[in-house]
Each structure stands twice: as C-alpha cells, then as structure tokens.
C-alpha cells in the first residue's frame, strides 16, 4: 500500500508538472504571435512599401543592389528573402537541439535577434526601404528557427492522446495576444493627434512594441521548460553529420515526406494570405489602415474560436479530415476575395470572418498531426524540417504573389494565383494513409486521427 502511494505521488507530481510546462509553453506562441499579426500581418507591409514607392524612381522602380524592382513588389521579395535565410539556418539549428538537448539557450538567442531586430523598425521613415528590408529578414528568418525549438517540445510535454487540444491551446493563446496588442494598435493609430504623434510615427510605435512584447513574454517559456538531456550518442554526432543522417533518415519515411510536401504547399498558400493580405486591402481594394487593422482584429478573435472548434471536431472526426475541410474553405475564400469591390469594407469584414474561422485551426491541426510522425528522439530535427514546410519553405507564395504583381501591376491576379496551393495541398494530403505513417514512425496509433 505505501508503495502504491508513493508512486501515485510521483505520477502525480510528474503530472503537475507536465501540466505547469505546458502553460510555459503556450506563452511562446503569446510572446511570438504579436510579431505575426501587428508586424507581418497588419503594419509593415503596407508601410514598407509606401516607403519603397516615396523613394522609387519615376517609372516606381527602386533598385536594391542594383536590381530594378517594383515598388509594390518590394516587400513580397523581402519575405522571400528571408524564408530562405531560414532555410539555410534552420536544420542545423534543430540538429544542434537535439546534438546537445539545450534547446532553451537557442530558443532564447532565435527570439532575442528577431524581438530586437522588430524593435529596431521603429527606426524605418523616410526612403529607408533597405533598412525596412533587412530588418524583416533578419525578424521573419528568427521567428522562423525560434519556432523550430517551440515545436520540437510539443511531444515532450504532452501525450499523443492530448497534442491536438495542447497545440490548439498555444495557437490560440497566441491569437488572444494578438487581438490583445492589435486593440491597443488601433486605439494608437486612430487617435495619434490625442496623443500627439503623426499617422507614421504611430505606426513605428506599434512595430516597435511588437518586439518589446515578444522579448518580454519569452522569459516565461524559458523559465518553465525543461531541457531533456540527450543520449551519450547521440551527444558524439556532430551537427551537420547528425542533418545529413536526419535528411537520410527522412527518405527512410516516405508517409512523413508525403505529408510534409502536402503541407508545404497548402501553409504555403496560408502563410503568403497572412502576410499579404493587407497590402491587397490596402492598395488593390483602398481600404484605410483603419479598417484593416478592425478586419486583423477580426480574424485573431475568431481564430481562437477557430482553433478550438477545430480542435473538437478533430475528436469527432479526427484531425485529417477537419484540415481537409479548411483546406476546402480557404480556396473558396480566396476565390471569393478575387470579386470583392474596392471601397467595400464590409465584404472585407466577411472575408475576414471566414478567415479567422479556418486559419487557427488548419495551423494548430497540422502541427499535432505531425507530431505523430516523428519518430521518437528525432523532434527538433524533424520539427526543423515541419518549419521549413512552414514559415521556412513558404517563398514560393509570396515570390508568385511578387512576380505576378509585377508582370501585371494587378493584385487581384497576385491573390487568385494563391487558391492552387490549397487545391493542390488537399489533393496530396488526401493521398497520405495517416494511420499508416504514424505505425511507420515508431508511435502508438490514436483511436481517432
């Protein structure tokens, strides 16, 4: 009997503690998640590229290192830039993870660069668009590794039965910081005279304290999370050799890849919607930053509704399936925001809704799904390939998105082009036996997936 209570003791405790690393972790997405929407989402897309435009030649060229760009265009390619030093940075980053097991000084370095770098954009007026430029790659590229690291510690701290309700739970603390910050936004940009400040000093302010925000929130991840200490082999492998056996490893998975290349393409589509939709709202529909900003808002409280409706409907009908319908959904919207009329922001509004409804829950849906395909020991090299299929591989959206504009000068083409990425996305997720490649991976099956 004494030692029947002493391990319920144990079990206990270890469940308590389980418990208290998961509300760590879940601040990470509050911390980062600001970035995403004020930043990348709301603010510095159109305002970089008005900066670009004041400082454009006459035709509405500029020309960063010599290369004639279209104004529009500018921020677009910046984004693609800076997923692809992502690319370069972050399989090694993973390997090195989990080479030593101390993922909390990387994380933190990955978050400290990317808060400071997003500070630092208070600095962007005037014609520094290169400024603008460098400052995103920098900020979009350390978001991306830092999110290698938090993603990698989700089948640490939860069980295969609880990873969709666990992940659905971050995403959607990081919606509720995102609507947080976003009401403050609007409160500053609407009333800047009250305050004081010019329309464009008020929008430095918000990018700025963007990354005040996300250095701030980090502290409390890197309080709670535990590193795990790795195996004395595994500790012997060095950090390429150990991304080269990862990579050899990986082919040895087939279902893994035939789902990271479905998710490739269908987050591609999402990621290039988040990034551009206010440069569309702003420039192709001549919307106010106002509007945009109540549209953002919209969309981050109806994605924590999303992400955890999502979350209920995995139970019912299991994860595949649900993300299936979103990717449904998301076509149908894009399609229906090719139509809208310039100047009508209460069709933008109900763009919008549909948006929130289905963006929280096609992220948080994919990211506990894959953490049923990797084999156990392997998460943040794995994970560094998952965030290469997410923010880490999603360039080809907004290069198509950037080229598209500038063969034709029209955003309607740029965002239509955008629905074959979630046509294609589905077609492959549907081919992908998940049941199967989970078995394949080393994991026990859940009744439901």
């Given amino acids: 009997m004494g030692s029947d209570t002493v391990r319920a003791g144990q079990a206990g405790g270890e469940a308590a503690d389980q418990r208290r690393e998961q509300r760590g972790w879940y601040f990470y997405d509050w911390a980062c998640s600001v970035y995403s929407t004020s930043v990348l989402t709301v603010f510095l897309g159109p305002y970089l590229t008005a900066v670009a435009e004041s400082a454009a030649d006459a035709d ?10 279209r104004a529009g265009s500018f921020f677009a390619y910046c984004v693609s830039a800076s997923v692809i030093v992502a690319i370069v940075l972050m399989p090694v980053v993973g390997a090195a993870a989990d080479r030593t097991g101390r993922k909390k000084p990387l994380l933190a370095a990955a978050a400290y660069v990317g808060a400071g770098a997003t500070t630092g954009l208070f600095f962007l007026d005037g014609h520094r668009y290169l400024l603008g430029g460098l400052l995103l790659v920098v ?12 993603n990698s ?17 971050g995403w959607a603390f990081g919606y509720a910081a995102g609507s947080l910050v976003l009401v403050a936004n609007l409160v500053l940009f609407t009333a800047h005279d009250s305050f004081g400040v010019s329309e464009s000093t008020a929008v430095r ?19 709670r999370l535990r590193d795990r200490r790795t195996t004395p082999a595994a500790a012997r492998v060095h950090g390429w050799r150990q991304l080269a056996s990862t990579i050899r490893g990986m082919r040895g998975k087939p279902l893994t890849l035939s789902f990271l290349l ?37 969309v981050q409280v109806l994605a924590v509704a999303g992400a955890l409706g999502m979350g209920r409907l995995a139970r019912r009908y299991g994860a595949k399936r649900t993300i299936l319908g979103s990717l449904a959904a998301w076509a149908v919207i894009l399609a229906a925001g090719y139509f809208l009329p310039a100047g009508a922001p209460m069709w933008f509004f109900v763009l919008a809704a549909g948006i929130g409804l289905v963006l929280g829950g096609s ?22 390939a998952y965030e290469m299929s997410d923010r880490g591989m999603s360039w ?12 034709t000068g029209s955003y309607r083409d740029a965002i ?26 080393g994991n026990p099956v859940p009744d439901r997936i």
């Avoid at 990018?207 to 991840?221: I, M, Q």
Wanted: proline fraction near 6%; aromatic fraction near 10%.
């Fill in 153 to 169: 510690y989700l089948p640490q701290i939860a069980p295969p039965e609880e990873r969709d309700a666990v992940s659905s739970r």
């Fill in 139 to 150: 900020a979009n590229a350390s978001v991306a590794i830092s999110m290698v690291l938090y």
């Fill in 363 to 384: 992220q948080a849906l994919s990211r506990s799904l894959f953490s049923h395909l990797v084999p156990p020991g392997k998460e943040a090299e794995y994970f560094s």
């Fill in 205 to 223: 302010i918000c990018l700025a304290s963007a990354g005040l925000w996300w250095g701030l929130f980090t502290l409390v991840p890197l309080k």
């Fill in 262 to 298: 479905a998710y490739l393409v269908y987050n591609d589509g999402i990621q290039t919607v988040i990034s551009q939709a206010s440069v569309y709202g702003s420039r192709e529909l001549g919307l106010s930053q106002s509007t945009l900003i109540t549209a953002v808002l919209m």
């Fill in 60 to 69: 509405g060229y500029v020309h960063p290192l010599g290369i004639p760009v």
């Fill in 396 to 407: 080809l959206g907004p290069l198509l998105f950037g080229i598209t504009y500038q063969l």
């Fill in 416 to 441: 239509i082009s955008l629905v074959a990425f979630f046509a294609i996305g589905f077609v492959l997720l549907a081919r992908v036996p998940v049941r199967c490649a989970i078995g394949d991976a």
